[in-house]
């Protein structure tokens, strides 16, 4: 009986050991899932569907949580389904420091958090942000809204693309055709903006902003 009550301990450890969450953080989260899975063991693209509906960049997020690249398994492509595991991977994104991460840990944490943008935005693996993936964002976000047609939106994701190849392709022919956005280049644009504090989610009444890190006094 012992050991029937310890497992379900060990194999939450080992995935706050991966992900960087307290137990208490990753059963919270675990009753959310079985909420959005209808106590399954894997949810699909249309179980996130309803609860992101009012997103403009809904099909991105979605996107991310089936995108391998963001489970931590050195794979690449997407799937179809996934389970819990990859579901706290993805979540882990948008974990924020707390008052004992290091400068180095703060780092690290910054550079995980842009590289889930940037693969968000990255649609084709080819590691580059190229001005087709760019609009496509940029008329989800403006032409959703009703305030703008598609062709304003387009006309905004050019003129924005072009601003981003002057800073970084200052020196850059009138001839010259700029390829993307490149992930250095996306790490020197948001250089100035504290994502490691800032990228969080509220995910069904969840937030990983201010969930309790610390031990639970109940």
């Known amino acids: 009986?012992?050991?029937?009550?310890?497992?379900?301990?060990?194999?939450?450890?080992?995935?706050?050991d991966?992900?960087?969450?307290?137990?208490?953080q990753i059963k919270n989260l675990s009753k959310r899932f079985q909420q959005l899975s209808g106590n399954e063991e894997t949810i699909s693209r249309e179980n996130l569907d309803s609860i992101l509906a009012n997103n403009p960049i809904r099909n991105e997020i979605i996107g991310a949580f089936f995108d391998?690249?963001?489970?931590?398994?050195?794979?690449?492509?997407?799937?179809d389904e996934i389970g819990f595991e990859q579901f706290l991977m993805v979540?882990?994104?948008?974990?924020?420091?707390?008052?004992?991460?290091?400068?180095?840990?703060k780092e690290a944490m910054r550079k995980e958090k842009l590289r889930f943008l940037f693969n968000m935005h990255d649609t084709d693996n080819d590691g580059t942000i190229t001005l087709v993936e760019y609009r496509k964002?940029?008329?989800?976000?403006?032409?959703?809204?009703?305030?703008i047609g598609q062709e304003t939106a387009e006309a905004i994701a050019d003129a924005?693309?072009?601003?981003?190849?002057s800073i970084n392709v200052p020196h850059m022919a009138p001839d010259e055709f700029y390829e993307g956005i490149t992930f250095e280049h996306f790490e020197e644009i948001l250089?100035?903006?504290?994502?490691?504090?800032?990228?969080?989610?509220?995910?069904?009444?969840?937030?990983?902003?201010?969930?309790g890190c610390g031990k639970s006094t109940s």
């Not at 991966?18 to 208490?24: D, N, R, V, Y």
């Not at 964002?137 to 305030?147: C, I, M, P, Q, R």
Request: charge should be negative; glycine fraction near 6%.
């Open 68 to 79: 391998k690249r963001n489970h931590h398994q050195d794979a690449v492509g997407s799937c």
């Open 191 to 211: 250089k100035g903006l504290e994502m490691e504090t800032r990228m969080h989610i509220r995910f069904l009444d969840v937030d990983t902003a201010t969930m």
């Open 1 to 16: 009986m012992g050991a029937s009550q310890t497992r379900p301990a060990h194999k939450y450890q080992d995935l706050a």
């Open 160 to 165: 924005a693309m072009l601003e981003v190849a």
């Open 91 to 105: 979540m882990s994104h948008f974990r924020p420091p707390t008052l004992k991460t290091t400068v180095e840990e």
């Open 18 to 24: 991966k992900t960087g969450f307290s137990l208490e």
């Open 137 to 147: 964002v940029v008329e989800e976000l403006l032409s959703k809204s009703g305030a």
